[in-house]
């Protein structure tokens, strides 16, 4: 089982331009999560999906689009990229929240540096 | 809104004892407990659910008190594999939205 996966590992943009990170699980997960790590702050919540079409703000959605349009994938969008953003994102999945076993799967990571 | 993970940092010996602490504002449905290594992505330790529940991982164990809205870690007789950043994570009512503190530095010196 390959887990969850990210896509690109590592990417630098200039100011202004646009990506799309990629995140897809192979455990048929309905929980999906995307957050951003910075030093001292912790894993800090951008966007997550409770299902295949559907997506929800977290803490700090401002700057990022999702969407959720196959289960197994979870793309996050950075529409004009600024410096603030240079961050490593986690990508994570899960079963249906709430229970003994639903504990999060994480992705290697993606290291995002805007200059 | 994030949890407060109490301390930021500690560092000690082989052999020592270590507690971490994890407290929301909002009534929590359940705690999650991860550690991550230097360059590596979380790996999750345990969760435990609202009914005031122990729970224990090799020497790493840890409580969840719903009334009060928190948990700890403790970790007994620390190993250098233990060092690392430990992060609570904590679900609301509903369960499906995970929201994790700001992490606590833990360095076990030989």
């Known amino acids: 089982n390959a887990g969850v996966t990210q896509t690109p590992k590592f990417r630098v943009l200039k100011t202004g331009q646009s990506m799309t990170l990629l995140c897809a699980q192979d455990?048929?997960?309905?929980?999906m999560y995307w957050y951003r790590q910075d030093p001292g702050m912790g894993l800090r919540l951008i966007h997550y999906s409770v299902g295949e079409g559907t997506t929800a703000k977290g803490e700090v959605p401002d700057g990022y689009n999702v969407s959720r349009l196959k289960k197994q994938n979870f793309l996050l969008g950075l529409e004009s990229a600024a410096p603030s953003q240079t961050s490593v994102y986690f990508c994570?999945?899960?079963?249906?929240?709430?229970?003994?076993?639903?504990?999060?799967?994480f992705g290697q990571g993606t290291r995002l540096t805007v200059v | 809104q994030q949890p407060v993970q109490s301390p930021q940092a500690v560092i000690l010996r082989e052999g020592e004892d270590a507690v971490i602490n994890c407290s929301s504002s909002?009534?929590?449905?359940?705690v999650h407990w991860y550690r991550q290594k230097h360059g590596e992505a979380p790996v999750f330790l345990m969760i435990l659910l609202k009914g005031g529940e122990q729970k224990g991982h090799e020497k790493i164990s840890a409580s969840f008190n719903e009334k009060k809205q928190q948990s700890s870690l403790y970790l007994t007789a620390s190993q250098l594999s233990y060092s690392g950043t430990y992060f609570c994570g904590t679900e609301g009512e509903y369960g499906n939205k995970l929201v994790f503190g700001a992490g606590t530095i833990l360095r076990v010196k030989s």
């Open positions: 455990m048929n997960h309905e929980y």
């Open positions: 909002k009534a929590l449905y359940s």
């Open positions: 994570a999945s899960s079963r249906r929240g709430g229970a003994s076993n639903t504990e999060a799967f």
